[in-house]
């Protein structure tokens, strides 16, 4: 978990590899829906290009059926779910229906201002919809007022792994194979 910018995808994917297990990140897959103008990714373009979010339902639903896969058997890292106080509660019906638990909850963590400018450059380099000035600072404030509360929520689950998101890839990379080793250990 963490703001738009922090680089979750990119720890995510560093991270699932250092497991062997999948990086499952439900941005990546509304992302394909949308490039491929799926019913699904009509459903959802307007909603990313403005920076808000994708309802519930179809979020929840999307995950579930992606944690049924043969791949995600063995364990699976979410990048960039749950986001909503509705999306944890369906993820724990989804464990509790398979028998399965969370390990752990990593919060990468940055100031806002830097996040801002890192999703411009990458708006830049990547031409993501929804990295203009007006969508990162409207997906500022829907991660404060929806997914950042969750993280206490994560916290007194005894779950939360916080680690400062700022520095290169495999410094942020080291400090997240460092404190879940402790975590899980
Ligand atoms: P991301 O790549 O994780 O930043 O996601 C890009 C966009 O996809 C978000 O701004 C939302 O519009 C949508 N999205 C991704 N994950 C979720 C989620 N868990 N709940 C709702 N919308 C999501």
Redesign the pocket.
Known sequence: MGP?GVG??TQACGVAAHFGIPAI???????YHVKNQTPLGQQ?SA??SS??????EI?NAI?AERLRLDDAAQGWLL??????AG?VEALDATMQASGEHLDAVISLTAETDLLVSRLLKRAEIEGRA?DNAETIRH?MA?YHDATDPLLATYAERGLLVEVDGIGSIDEVSERITHALSVKLS
């Open positions: 738009p979750k995808g990140s439900t941005g990546e897959i509304f992302r959802v909603i990313m920076g808000g979010y994708v309802p519930d979020t995950v990048d960039g779910y749950p986001r909503t999306q929804d997906r829907v």
